[in-house]
């Protein structure tokens, strides 16, 4: 009988050591809970405070103990609580140490619990590291260390790959510090996900590509853009811009007129029609500077008149559908200001014993001047703060010899600075 009595003694006694051991353990979960329920509310921020302090307490203890150290839920509830104190600690000092702790946890944790008990638990501290990581990163942004924000950015995408947020976040950073590989890699996942700033990206994106002196892969990803939003105008001039960059003027005049075609109300494609023959006038008259043939002058010169002639017509077009369209009203008078400024010049240049030539070229230059004359004018009227209206219209009054106009128009310029 005594030898009964001694065993039910030692397994009662063994009954009563597992629950000491097993009781620091459910009590970080009572104080964890009760933290999860009182968090975020201004009348029970001293509870909450004190719960997560407690249970802390616990899971340390619990986590000292041999019995309970290597449990699922141990490493579990020890990455819940160290990620909760590391969100709501914004000194990186001691910020930092709970999070390392609470990231090596979690990622025991995941090892350790294959029946998916604890699923639930250790993704909402995933999501406490995530947001840690998302902090860190917009303050090291807005400080301009891009590196240690693109470090941060990315490891808050690891952690929840399927956020669209994260992914913009680390490509904006590494654009920033240069790391185009990376920049690009993120940009490109963006646009497989339903984000809804794609226009944006895709901008980015050509960008990115230009700066990486990778012209094909920008003129591709801007043409994609551009089919899947016909009506972004900042991605057709994109698209404008690269293809004259990377010599392909006449495939981008011929979706132009195809797409003018289609949409022949659309004021942005006779825009986009001008500024493409506008840039193939330009292209002919730079090489006209060193021309020494005379049939290849003469070609040139003809591709000139006519792509003037095209841009003029294309411009007036986007202005007969919107008369206040201040890009189209800003390029037309610039147009039309060049040839005048070239009979100008000319004429200054001629020798005084050649009157005659010289007034006639002075006459020339006037009429050219004068039919530039209401745009530059629309153009200030509509923007009255641009610079570039503002100096286009100097240009006339000097060129009209009214020196004095030339002068308002500076003090305005200057006053803009």
């Known amino acids: 009988m005594k030898i009964k009595v001694l065993m039910t003694g030692l397994l009662a006694f063994a009954a009563t050591a597992a629950f000491a051991q097993k009781s620091e353990l459910n009590n970080a979960q009572a104080e964890y809970d009760k933290y999860e329920t009182s968090r975020g509310q201004k009348l029970t921020a001293a509870l909450a405070a004190t719960s997560i302090n407690n249970a802390k307490t616990s899971i340390d203890k619990a986590s000292a103990n041999e019995k309970t150290a290597n449990l699922p839920q141990t490493y579990a509830l020890k990455g819940a609580i160290y990620s909760s104190l590391a969100v709501q600690d914004s000194v990186p000092a001691t910020s930092t140490p709970l999070y390392s702790t609470a990231a090596e946890a979690l990622k025991k944790a995941a090892e350790l619990d294959t029946k998916g008990e604890y699923k639930a638990l250790i993704s909402h501290a995933n999501t406490n590291l995530a947001q840690w990581n998302l902090t860190k990163g917009v303050k090291e942004y807005q400080n301009k260390n891009y590196q240690e924000a693109y470090k941060a950015f990315d490891s808050y ?12 976040y680390t490509a904006l950073a590494a654009a920033n510090y240069n790391n185009y590989p990376a920049a690009i890699s993120n940009y490109s996942k963006l646009l497989t996900t339903d984000y809804k700033g794609k226009e944006r990206v895709y901008q980015d994106l050509s960008t990115i590509y230009l700066m990486s002196k990778d012209t094909a892969n920008a003129l591709k990803v801007t043409t994609e853009a551009v089919a899947k939003y016909p009506n ?31 949409d022949p109300k659309n004021k942005s494609l006779y825009y986009y029609g001008g500024l493409v023959y506008s840039q193939a006038a330009d292209n002919a008259i730079k090489s006209l500077k060193t021309a020494k043939d005379a049939a290849a002058k003469a070609t040139l010169t003809k591709t000139r008149d006519e792509s003037m002639a095209k841009a003029t017509e294309m411009y007036k077009k986007a202005l007969e559908i919107d008369p206040d369209y201040f890009e189209a009203n800003l390029n037309l008078g610039y147009l039309l200001l060049n040839p005048a400024i070239d009979s100008f010049n000319a004429a200054n240049k001629l ?15 006037n009429t050219q001047f004068e039919a530039a004359r209401p745009y530059l004018e629309k153009a200030v009227a509509l923007n009255p703060k641009s610079a570039e209206a503002l100096g ?9 010899k009214n020196n004095a106009k030339a002068t308002e128009i500076q003090k305005q310029i200057d006053a803009l600075k």
Do not use: C, H
């Open 157 to 168: 995408r690891t952690i929840l790959p399927n956020d669209t947020n994260a992914i913009y």
């Open 392 to 400: 286009n219209l100097k240009t006339y009054y000097l060129g009209k």
């Open 351 to 365: 020798p005084a014993s050649k009157q005659k030539e010289y007034d006639a070229m002075m006459a020339k230059a």
């Open 232 to 262: 972004n105008t900042d991605l057709r001039r994109r698209e404008i811009e690269i293809s004259i960059q990377s010599g392909k003027l006449n495939e981008v005049t011929e979706k132009i007129n195809s797409a003018i075609a289609a």
